[in-house]
């Protein structure tokens, strides 16, 4: 079984909206929470966000601060991404993560259980 999996991606106008879901299948007692990271074409692997598994903390890149909100439900075993006002150069594959115990939340190499990426494109 894929312990991640991200759904929700596609081709929307600039201005528009779309919402990614990562749902998993992970006991989430033994890491800190899910991160959202992005890489457009030919460019290096950037975070965007990451949520505590309590959803008590949040944390956004700060370019993407206002625009995009993460929400877990661990009911449904989903971490959302909700994205806003979006622009041509939010083009990217969009990958979920799990960001273990003790790492810094933009170090890629904190992050176990990668999924396999939604692709995102934005039109002008």
């Known amino acids: 079984q894929v312990p991640l999996v991200e759904s929700g991606g596609g081709l929307v106008q600039a201005g528009g909206s779309l919402r990614l879901s990562c749902v998993h299948s992970?006991?989430?007692?033994?890491?800190?929470?899910v991160g959202w990271f992005r890489q457009a074409p030919a460019k290096e692997r950037e975070f965007v966000g990451l949520?505590?598994?309590?959803?008590?903390?949040?944390f956004y890149e700060d370019s993407l601060k206002g625009r995009f909100t993460i929400n877990v439900d661990n009911a449904r075993n989903t971490v959302a991404l909700q994205m806003n006002s979006l622009k041509p150069e939010d083009t990217a594959v969009y990958y979920c993560a799990v960001l273990r115990f003790g790492y810094d939340l933009k170090d890629r190499s904190g992050y176990m259980y990668w999924g396999q990426g939604t692709q995102v494109t934005v039109s002008s």
């Open positions: 949520i505590s598994w309590n959803g008590d903390s949040t």
């Open positions: 992970l006991h989430t007692s033994n890491s800190y929470g």
